[in-house]
């Protein structure tokens, strides 16, 4: 087996800020600014508290840690994460983790006001997210995997890849995986971000999600998949990403 697959790509944060952190090859699209060195505005755009955090964070802490401008659009405030709460406390809380967790990464938190376990997917709300991603003027969108068993993952993924379409393909678009097995579907990584040097920091935020049983869902979880990731990438830690372009048609040849 040879230890370098050429299928494998690490995402090239910036040029040189990033230091001593081998990424190669580059992000090949039209956006050849992503490569350049200037400052990118990057969204993430999640569907509860914690996606985001859980799906990203080390490569939200990296973009961040090299100067981009980071923002976390949360689809909603996970209203109804706790049969023992009313929406409006669930929201509360969870809303209060967000923003702690945010502060840990350097990111700008957004909420869009769709309601957890009931998220829609329509003209008006596409709309509404389309607004809302093209306000950050954004480079690069990351956006959770539509393949999923939860709905309102679907919904957050679909959003943001008609807000994609119908803003004219003006970002790259980047797909992230949650709960891989449970939740993800048939997910094949096309890019790796290497997130040894942040895992603390994503650590640190995931752990700021304290209604969400932060140690049993990294333990049993998230430090095995990021490890996984890791191991498919040839480093220690690694994000798997899903790279959506602009032209994915290829003729089988039948
Ligand atoms: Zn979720």
Redesign the pocket.
Same mark, same amino acid.
């Given at each position: 087996m040879s230890k370098k697959s050429p299928r494998r790509n690490f995402i090239k944060l910036a040029s040189a800020s990033i230091g001593g952190i081998a990424f190669a090859p580059a992000i090949s699209g039209k956006k050849t600014s992503i490569a350049s060195g200037k400052k990118l505005n990057i969204v993430c755009v *999640?569907? /509860?508290p *914690? &996606?985001p955090e859980f799906g990203c964070g080390g490569t939200m802490a990296k973009y961040a840690d090299a100067g981009h401008s980071v923002t976390f659009i949360y689809l909603t405030r996970g209203e109804a994460g706790d049969p023992n709460k009313t929406y409006a406390e669930s929201a509360a809380l969870r809303t209060k983790e967000a923003e702690t967790a945010c502060k840990i990464l350097n990111a700008k938190a957004v909420f869009a006001g769709q309601i957890d376990g009931n998220t829609i997917l329509n003209k008006e709300k596409t709309e509404d997210m389309k607004k809302l991603i093209l306000a950050e003027n954004p480079d690069i969108v990351f956006t959770q995997w539509p393949l999923d068993s /939860?709905q &309102? /993952?679907q919904v957050t993924g679909l959003l943001a890849l008609t807000a994609w379409v119908r803003s004219g393909k003006k970002f790259e678009l980047f797909f992230y995986e949650?709960n891989t097995g449970s939740e993800t579907m048939a997910f094949v990584p096309t890019d790796y971000v290497d997130i040894t040097s942040v895992r603390d920091k994503k650590k640190a935020a995931m752990y700021a999600h304290k209604t969400q049983a932060p140690e049993q869902t990294y333990n049993d979880y998230f430090k095995t998949l990021e490890e996984f990731r890791g191991l498919e990438a040839n480093v220690k830690a690694a994000e798997g990403f899903v790279h959506f372009k602009e032209n994915q048609t290829a003729m089988m040849g039948l």
């Amino acid at each position: 087996m040879s230890k370098k697959s050429p299928r494998r790509n690490f995402i090239k944060l910036a040029s040189a800020s990033i230091g001593g952190i081998a990424f190669a090859p580059a992000i090949s699209g039209k956006k050849t600014s992503i490569a350049s060195g200037k400052k990118l505005n990057i969204v993430c755009v *999640g569907a /509860h508290p *914690g &996606d985001p955090e859980f799906g990203c964070g080390g490569t939200m802490a990296k973009y961040a840690d090299a100067g981009h401008s980071v923002t976390f659009i949360y689809l909603t405030r996970g209203e109804a994460g706790d049969p023992n709460k009313t929406y409006a406390e669930s929201a509360a809380l969870r809303t209060k983790e967000a923003e702690t967790a945010c502060k840990i990464l350097n990111a700008k938190a957004v909420f869009a006001g769709q309601i957890d376990g009931n998220t829609i997917l329509n003209k008006e709300k596409t709309e509404d997210m389309k607004k809302l991603i093209l306000a950050e003027n954004p480079d690069i969108v990351f956006t959770q995997w539509p393949l999923d068993s /939860h709905q &309102d /993952h679907q919904v957050t993924g679909l959003l943001a890849l008609t807000a994609w379409v119908r803003s004219g393909k003006k970002f790259e678009l980047f797909f992230y995986e949650v709960n891989t097995g449970s939740e993800t579907m048939a997910f094949v990584p096309t890019d790796y971000v290497d997130i040894t040097s942040v895992r603390d920091k994503k650590k640190a935020a995931m752990y700021a999600h304290k209604t969400q049983a932060p140690e049993q869902t990294y333990n049993d979880y998230f430090k095995t998949l990021e490890e996984f990731r890791g191991l498919e990438a040839n480093v220690k830690a690694a994000e798997g990403f899903v790279h959506f372009k602009e032209n994915q048609t290829a003729m089988m040849g039948l």
